[in-house]
Nanobody, 118 residues
Framework: QVQLVESGGGLVQPGGSLRLSCAAS????????MSWFRQAPGKERELVAG????????SYADSVKGRFTISRDNAKNTVYLQMNSLKPEDTAVYYC???????????WGQGTQVTVSS
């Protein structure tokens, strides 16, 4: 029933920018904290950024701090990841995640590929 669909990935040059979007449907989006994870070939999945349900607090992995910005628009049921100053090390599949702590409900999108050329 719950659906998360990522978009905005693609090929970009080092130093360039991309904006990822995650559109949510069929659940009460404003009740969920949202986050972005990524996984590169041969590496384990890592947390990139998170945002609370109302958008009042954000957190970032040290590797992306100062370059990436997570935001959400609850009226549009969408969470974003603005990625600037991209590096080849940012190449990965990026996944959207939703969690409601009161119930333990957790959902994942299918991912979108981000490739930063070297």
């Amino acid at each position: 029933q719950v659906q998360l669909v990522e978009s905005g990935g693609g090929l970009v040059q080092p130093g360039g920018s991309l904006r990822l979007s995650c559109a949510a449907s069929r659940f009460i989006f404003s009740n969920y904290a949202m986050s972005w994870f990524r996984q590169a070939p041969g590496k384990e999945r890592e947390l990139v950024a998170g945002i609370t349900s109302a958008g009042g607090s954000t957190s970032y992995a040290d590797s992306v701090k100062g370059r990436f910005t997570i935001s959400r628009d609850n009226a549009k049921n969408t969470v974003y990841l603005q990625m600037n100053s991209l590096k080849p090390e940012d190449t990965a599949v990026y996944y959207c995640n939703a969690v409601r702590f009161t119930t333990g409900a957790k959902y994942w999108g299918q991912g979108t590929q981000v490739t930063v050329s070297s």
